[in-house]
């Protein structure tokens, strides 16, 4: 269950009504799938094959359909990141910089870990969203945040596009960063 960060005060809160109450305030979609759909074989299997991502894709078809036609996403895919990713490093430069886009940035847990780094309103400032399997949340369009890995440094997350083309990161210098 996701769990949340306000980094000006260290608050923390979870527990999955309080996560959605806080994330709806922030106009950040928050919802929940059951992660343990995954077929046993792929629950900490971090580099998948083409085959093996077209069976998360099938597994979460019913729950990606519903959200593609609440939303309006036309597309999805399967990202897998792990230290044996190639490249890792260089990747996870690139996610962590403060950034918005001009469509959602929406990702669903599948297997792992990771976090967001949103930029909430004037008030909360910056929060992390903290996410494990099953954790489904999309950021609004030119909402600043970012994406990482947790300390385990592996995910598997679906992610869906209104684009084809997908997310283009518009990099932001935030000065209220922290």
Do not use: C
């Amino acid at each position: 269950m996701a769990e949340i960060r306000v980094r000006s005060t260290n608050e923390r809160i979870s527990g999955e009504e309080n996560v959605r109450a806080f994330l709806d305030k922030q106009e950040v979609l928050y919802e929940h799938w059951d992660a343990s759909k995954l077929p046993a074989e792929l629950h900490n299997k971090f580099v998948l094959s083409d085959e093996e991502k077209a069976t998360i894709l099938s597994t979460f078809d019913s729950e990606i359909r519903d959200l593609a036609a609440r939303r309006g996403y036309q597309i999805w895919d399967v990202i897998s990141l792990s230290d044996a990713t190639p490249n890792i490093e260089e990747l996870l430069k690139k996610f962590e910089q403060i950034h918005t886009h001009t469509e959602d940035e929406i990702r669903g847990i599948v297997s792992g870990r990771g976090i967001f780094i949103i930029k909430g309103d004037e008030n909360t400032g910056y929060f992390d969203v903290e996410l494990e399997p099953g954790d489904v949340i999309s950021v609004p369009e030119n909402k600043a945040h970012f994406f990482t890995l947790m300390d385990n440094r592996e995910i598997i997350a679906v992610r869906l596009f209104i684009e084809k083309d997908g997310w283009i990161a518009n990099n932001i210098e935030d000065p209220t960063f922290a």
